[in-house]
Nanobody, 128 residues
Framework: QVQLVESGGGLVQAGGSLRLSCAAS????????MGWFRQAPGKEREFVAV????????YYTDSAKGRFTISRDNAKNTVYLQMNSLEPEDTAVYYC?????????????????????WGQGTQVTVSS
């Protein structure tokens, strides 16, 4: 398994941007599909985006399409989530997760149970 540490969260005004990072330690980072999830107060954790092993394929939840971009740098063992045009509804703790399952359809990775490793989360707060 890999160990994951998120960073880059903070307080931003509506319409602003943040870039989250998730640094992985352990072996074979490039063999993991990497996902981002978020959990708002009082709500269940929800899927945001996933990226394939090489970064060639991505998949987003509808609310993230056109505003968020997931990317990865396998040489740095890091996955990123660039978030633009942030809205108060994006306020949540953001988690990255790693999966060793074969990457087929991106929608397959929208379920939490497809991931073996999770980070501790980073808080994103968007003020109106």
């Amino acid at each position: 398994q890999v160990q994951l540490v998120e960073s880059g969260g903070g307080l931003v005004q509506a319409g602003g941007s943040l870039r989250l990072s998730c640094a992985a330690s352990g072996r074979a980072f490039s063999s993991y599909a990497m996902g981002w999830f978020r959990q708002a107060p009082g709500k269940e954790r929800e899927f945001v985006a996933v990226i394939s092993y090489t970064g060639s394929t991505t998949y987003y939840t509808d609310s993230a399409k056109g505003r968020f971009t997931i990317s990865r740098d396998n040489a740095k063992n890091t996955v990123y989530l660039q978030m633009n045009s942030l809205e108060p509804e994006d306020t949540a703790v953001y988690y990255c997760a790693a999966s060793r399952r074969p990457y087929s359809a991106g929608s397959y990775f929208s379920s939490m149970d497809k991931y073996e490793s999770w980070g501790q989360g980073t808080q994103v707060t968007v003020s109106s």
